[in-house]
């Protein structure tokens, strides 16, 4: 029996022992000083680029969408946005060609954005779908920009107008009517000669730096709203003869005098300062510009109204240039990166999402399913929809249909033109033979 109870005893402690191994080896129930618990995901930094540069109207408006997404998904936006002109596409596409896109673009959804569509360097709406069915879900597909191969690639930005905008005090002063939308070109040129005699500059414009908006209404006061888009085949035919005329049209006001004196030097933020300021009465801008004026001449909204461009011709004034040209794309760069693929989406999502949307958008056309909803429009913003209410047909630009490398040498040539040191006619040929 004393044997069994010791047998007993010595069994029972090998068991406690075993017991006291096993339990040195589970799991601390407690984490240890380096475990942390599940970790949030790392933060990803994306590099935009938009147009939203120092000077456009949308300015604050964009910097607080990205400060919104930024809050509320940890990540970082590295903006390399600048002023839209010619030199800033030229930059983008010449970006793409050396391998240093950005992340996110936004961009024009024309035929300046084929080059990088057709090497492959963005992707289409459909692709990213296929892993994010609800991409651009609250955008019309009908009004998402078709590229050349067939397929969408950019969610649509809100759209855009372009028009005259007076400065009704220069106009008081000279004891000028502010244009109606029965406004005609020999109407015009009685008022600019007013404008002049009174020591105003008439038209706000740099043909240094922005022509193309004079050439747009020039060119429609040569045809119809019907034909702006056709393009002309050489120097000779209907449609170049059309663009001559539309050239020859901005070089009879420069002869006359109604341009700012350094038009030709002047850059475009100089020439809209000059009409801000009261030195000029007219200018051709688009729907971007009015935020910009609402930023800087706060006190002074008063002295700025919408009008309409002055017709000739089959044109009345009340038809104008419009629609929707730019939106947001993502590079293959990115989405080929797998810490910035939904990253770059997200971004674009929250970029065009129906709320961040209705703060760009006072009176431009948008592809919102729901549309917009600005909050109450300031007396320039009430002008613009007043206008637009008069509005009796909009087509788009027909600059947008043309190869960057050709509209580069025809707005570079129109200085050449209105100083005679190049026919009208050989500026069309010249910009024909690079489309």
Partial sequence: MKKNRLLALLLAAMMLLGLMAG?????????GPDDKGPQKPAAVELNVVTSYGGDD???????????????????????????????????VLTDFETGTEPDVLFFFTNADAEPIVQAGKVVDVATIRAEYPDYASNMRDSMLAVASD????????????????????????????????????????TDCETIKAKG????????????????????????????????????????????????NDIKDLYERGYFPVNTLTATDAETVQLFG??????????????NYFVDNYTDQLGDFAISYVPAK???????????????????????????????????????????????????????????????????????AADANANITGVVGAVQDTITSESKTDLFGNVQNVVTGAMTAEEAVASAIALN
């Fill in 23 to 31: 339990c040195g080896n589970k799991p601390a129930a407690n984490p």
């Fill in 150 to 189: 067939g397929k969408n690639y950019a969610v649509p930005s809100s759209g855009f107008w372009e028009n005259m905008f007076v400065n009704t005090k220069v106009l008081a002063d000279c004891g000028v009517a502010v244009p109606g939308p029965d406004y005609t070109w020999d109407q015009f040129l």
């Fill in 277 to 290: 300021d009261g030195e000029a009465a007219f200018l051709i801008d688009g729907s971007w510009k009015v």
């Fill in 200 to 247: 105003y500059a008439p038209i706000a414009c740099s043909l240094f730096e922005v022509p193309h908006y004079w050439f747009e209404f020039c060119v429609m006061n040569n045809g119809t709203l019907a034909s702006q888009l056709d393009l002309p085949k050489t120097a000779d035919d209907a449609v170049g003869q059309k663009w001559a005329a539309g050239l």
């Fill in 313 to 383: 011709g089959q044109r009345t004034a009340g038809e104008a240039i419009g629609g929707i040209s730019m939106g947001y794309f993502i590079t293959k760069k990115a989405w080929d990166d797998p810490a910035k693929r939904e990253a770059a989406v997200k971004f674009v999502e929250h970029m065009t999402s129906d709320e961040v949307m209705s703060t760009f958008v006072t009176t431009e056309v948008t592809a919102l399913k729901n549309g917009a909803s600005p909050s109450g429009l300031n007396a320039l913003q009430q002008s």
């Fill in 57 to 91: 109207g949308n300015r604050k408006n964009y910097e607080n969408a990205v400060k919104s997404y930024e809050e509320a998904t940890g990540n970082k936006i590295q903006d390399a946005s600048a002023t839209s002109n010619e030199e800033w596409k030229a930059k």
